[in-house]
Structures are given as structure tokens and as C-alpha cells.
């Protein structure tokens, strides 16, 4: 063994070059794993701006961490800095010197260590212990205003249902309320959230407002949340569920109690039908980029002066009828919507949709985004999605089975930009 070391050990000269290709490494390894972004710790999907009580405890923990990891590798690193000055071969005569005299243990100093890591392992457990019981359940003395929501995760897409909010069916009875992909909530509420799958392990997170859960094929799971605050918050799937997870992403948006009564009482309402005659909004919303996929390889996106300013207040201007909408072309699109089948897979309450294998589009025109939060929902983007679903999100059922015959993707029924057009002004027309 002393003989191998002999050979691959560098000459003295030679260490000093090794030494520096290390340093350099280090370096280099640490400004890749910052994604050499120092200065922008923030973003949409940021942990560290906390906008909720459950994901500041969670950040409030991390950093507990962080300061006694922080302060044993300080006392440590400076152990061992000391050791590696003090006792190096200074010049090419120390090389063949005798190494220090060897300790065989210390009572004192090993007593010591054992007892300061049961202090520092008590110091992480006590605010652990408190996050795992206030992240367990909504707070007793909350529980009164806790609303209940059921996330379901399918490939690769969310269901939101309101258990507690029921619609009136138009062949009778009722059902809870759903909606996909935009989950709305009143801020200053705690959410119970009910975590469930049709098909394989998802995960639900928003990293601003709680950490992420996973959705477990036949195992109900839990987590609750609060906004402190309105706003439009970015929530993604976080465990690998198959090719599109990377792009299984849906939104929390917080209202006010006030709007979100508001909201509530729209979302129940039958699919609404365009008449001549009736009313529209003047097309001056605010705007904002409310996804960022692009639409082809190397468009460049319109990056607006009011980029992300007031997503909330943009996505507000989208709940209205858009200006200018054609009576006739809605009509039309409506028909293709079942002339299509669309209809077989996708609800439009109150209208002809029934099925369930899709996302529920009573509201759809209504929505920031298409596609599971990749898209923005504009006239444009609705286009190239129905045109090409599968450019946009790889394996999607609309595609395989919808368009396509699975077993031999043979195609099933072709549509035309002006029949695209036709049912884009029907789902926009769904507020
Ligand atoms: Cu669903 Cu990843």
C-alpha cells in the first residue's frame, strides 16, 4: 500500500498544479449547482419567497438546518485547515520526513463531540417535530373556515373538485363542482387539499404556498395550504410520471372572499351560450405572460413591459366575454365540438360534453392557460394546440386515442384551420 501511494502520489512541483485544477473544479462545481444565478433567487416557482404560514414554516425549518450545518462545517473546515498548514511538507526536504506522532484517543474531546451532536441533533428536532404537526392537519382553531378541495393527478393533467360546492346537473341531480388545472381559493382560508391519481404517482406542489405531496395510486394522501395574500401562484407535478411530467403544471390563484364568493357562484352556472346581441367586454385587459412555452423551435416569446406585473389582475380581465365575438362562428364550433367527438371526452355542463377523460371546459375561455399550464390561453396558442397537441405535450391522450388510433396511429379525423377556428371562438366563448 505505502508502495502504491509512493507511485501515484504527484512530486512536490506537480502538487501545486493538482491544487489549483482542484480549487478551480470546486468552483466551477458550485457556480453550476447555483445555476449561476447568485442574484436571482427568486421566480415564480421560488421556495425562498414564501407566500403562505405551511411553506414559511417549512422554509423556516430548511434554514435551521442550514445554520447548524453551516456552523459544524465552519468548525470542522477550520480543524482541518489548521491540521493541513500546520503539518504540510513546506519543501521538498520535509518529503521523506516521519509522520507526527499518532493520538489513540481523547475521553475528553470524544465525550465532547457525542454530546455537541446530541445538541445539535435536538436543536433540528424540536422546530421539526412542530412542523410535522402543524403541516399535519389544518390548525384546530382554524378548522371552521377550512375549505376542502380534491386534487386529482392524471397523465398529465389536474382535476379540482369543490366536494362541498354541488351543481345542479342538466340531466338532474347534482355533483360537486370541477375544474382542471386552475385551482381558485379564497386567500386568508386554510385548503384542505385531498390528494388523488387515476393512474400512476404525480405530486402536487406550489412551491410558494407549501411543499410538495404525492398523489399515490391507491392510498389517499393529504396536505393543507394558506394564501396570505390574492395572487397567482405556480404549482407543478414533482415526482416523474412519464413523458409530458416535466410539463404538468397547473396555477392556485387566491381571491379575495369577496371574489371568490363571486367566482363560486359563475362556476356554477350551465355552460354560458353566445347570443347576437350580447354583452362583451372591451378588449383592454391587462396583460401578461402567463406561460412560457414556445410555440415553435426558436420563436421568440413577446416579451411585454408588463411581464408577470399583474397576473392576478390579467387573469381577473379573462373571467369577462371577449369583445367581438361572432354569434355564428361560436355556433358552429359548438357542432364541431361534437361533430369532432370532442365531446366524448371533455364536459361542457349545460352544453353537449360528457365526458370525463379529459379536463372539464365549462369554463375553459375562462382559464390563464391551456394544455396544463404550458400554453398561454390566447386565440393563437388554442390554435396550434388543437392543431397539434402532440407537438406540444408528448403522449397526451387527445393525441393517442383522440386523433389517433393507439395500436397503429393511424389518424381518426383531420381538422381544418378554419374548423380550428370555429372551435376556438366556442371554447373562448366559455367564460
Ligand atoms: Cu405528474 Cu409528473
Redesign the pocket.
Known amino acids: 500500500m505505502p508502495l502504491l501511494l509512493q507511485m501515484i502520489r504527484p512530486s512536490f512541483a506537480n502538487r501545486k498544479i493538482t491544487r489549483c485544477a482542484t480549487a478551480l473544479s470546486a468552483g466551477l462545481g458550485l457556480a453550476l449547482l447555483a445555476g449561476c444565478k447568485w442574484t436571482n433567487l427568486g421566480g415564480n416557482q421560488s421556495t425562498m419567497l414564501t407566500a403562505g404560514p405551511v411553506a414559511k414554516a417549512q422554509w423556516d425549518l430548511f434554514m435551521v438546518t442550514v445554520y447548524v450545518t453551516t456552523g459544524i462545517f465552519i468548525v470542522v473546515g477550520s480543524v482541518l485547515a489548521y491540521a493541513q498548514i500546520k503539518f504540510r511538507a513546506k519543501s521538498a526536504a520535509d518529503e521523506p520526513a516521519a509522520p507526527p506522532a499518532q493520538g489513540h484517543g481523547n475521553p475528553l474531546i470524544e465525550i465532547g463531540l457525542i454530546a455537541a451532536s446530541v445538541a445539535l441533533l435536538v436543536i433540528i428536532a424540536i422546530p421539526t417535530l412542530r412542523d410535522i404537526w402543524y403541516t399535519h392537519d389544518v390548525p384546530e382553531d382554524e378548522k371552521g373556515n377550512a375549505i376542502d378541495v380534491v386534487a386529482t393527478?392524471y397523465?398529465?393533467w389536474f382535476k379540482f373538485e369543490y366536494p362541498s360546492e354541488l351543481v345542479k346537473l342538466p340531466a338532474g341531480g347534482e355533483a360537486p363542482l370541477v375544474t382542471g388545472n386552475e385551482l381558485v381559493v379564497p386567500a386568508g382560508f386554510p385548503i384542505r387539499v385531498q390528494l388523488r391519481t387515476v393512474d400512476?404517482i404525480?405530486?402536487f406542489w406550489v412551491p410558494k404556498l407549501a411543499g410538495k405531496v404525492d398523489m399515490m395510486p391507491n392510498r389517499p394522501n393529504f396536505l393543507w395550504f394558506k394564501a396570505d395574500k390574492p395572487g397567482y401562484y405556480y404549482g407543478q407535478?414533482?415526482?416523474?410520471?412519464?413523458e409530458s411530467?416535466a410539463i404538468?403544471r397547473f396555477r392556485v390563484i387566491a381571491l379575495s372572499a369577496a371574489e371568490y364568493a363571486k367566482w363560486l357562484e359563475n362556476q356554477k352556472q350551465p355552460a354560458r351560450t353566445v347570443t347576437p346581441g350580447a354583452p362583451a367586454a372591451e378588449d383592454a385587459a391587462p396583460r401578461v405572460q402567463f406561460a412560457s412555452m414556445k410555440m415553435a423551435p426558436g420563436e421568440a416569446l413577446a416579451a411585454s413591459s408588463e411581464f408577470d406585473a399583474n397576473p392576478l389582475a390579467a387573469w381577473t380581465a379573462m373571467q369577462k366575454p371577449e369583445a367581438g365575438e361572432d354569434p355564428k362562428l361560436v355556433a358552429t364550433g359548438r357542432q364541431l365540438f361534437q361533430d369532432k367527438t370532442c365531446y366524448s371526452c371533455h364536459t361542457v355542463r349545460g352544453h353537449e360534453g360528457i365526458g370525463i377523460t379529459g379536463p372539464d371546459l365549462t369554463r375553459v375561455g375562462a382559464r390563464s392557460t391551456i394544455a396544463a399550464g404550458v400554453l398561454e390561453n390566447t386565440h393563437e396558442r388554442m390554435h396550434a394546440w388543437i392543431k397539434d397537441p402532440n407537438h406540444f405535450k408528448p403522449g397526451n391522450k387527445m393525441f393517442n386515442g383522440g386523433y389517433t388510433e393507439v395500436s397503429t396511429g393511424k389518424a381518426l379525423f383531420a381538422l381544418n384551420d378554419q374548423e380550428i377556428d370555429a372551435l376556438v371562438a366556442y371554447l373562448h366563448s366559455l367564460k
Open positions: 393527478g397523465q398529465w400512476v404525480h405530486s407535478c414533482a415526482e416523474y410520471c412519464g411530467h404538468m
